[in-house]
């Protein structure tokens, strides 16, 4: 797991307190070199933020629309909390406001889940981490 996976996976346990262990195998991670052209979003956002949110079963993941969905995720040490997030790529230019992060939590009351407040501070290190990752990836493809 890389640097970048673990600060992702510390975020979501510190401040959602929701995180665990989940692998999405049947999600693209890469995109076809014949289809980085065609997309309207950027590859290396969408590659980062697979792997960033892949800690969590995924609901949806499409590379065409640029919305990634993931389904509740409770951690196991935090039985009573769980977090849904919702990343969307909006440009095929590699550049913060190309990328949109949101994350719903819900706590366990009184026999239902309650929604509860996710700060925006969370939703900023997750697109933070999102964006640095994706920058690496393209460093790596321009000196590879």
Not at 16 to 37: D, E, K, W, Y
Not at 77 to 98: I, Q
Not at 114 to 135: C, G, M, N, S, Y
Request: glycine fraction near 4%; charged fraction near 20%.
């Amino acid at each position: 797991m890389t640097r970048l996976h673990k600060a992702a996976a510390l975020l979501l346990v510190l401040a959602l307190a929701t995180p665990g262990c989940s692998r999405n195998r049947n999600i693209p991670s890469q995109l076809a070199p014949s289809q980085v052209t065609t997309l309207a979003i950027n590859s290396y956002l969408w590659r980062a933020a697979i792997d960033t949110v892949s800690f969590a079963p995924l609901l949806q993941a499409n590379a065409q629309s640029g919305v990634i969905i993931t389904d509740w995720y409770a951690n196991p040490k935090a039985p009573g909390e769980r977090v849904k997030l919702t990343v969307s790529v909006l440009d095929p230019d590699l550049r913060a406001d190309a990328l949109r992060v949101s994350a719903s939590k819900q706590v366990y009351q009184n026999g239902g889940w309650v929604d509860a407040p996710v700060t925006a501070a969370t939703v900023q290190k997750l697109e933070d981490i999102i964006l640095t990752r994706a920058r690496d990836l393209r460093r790596a493809a321009v000196r590879g």
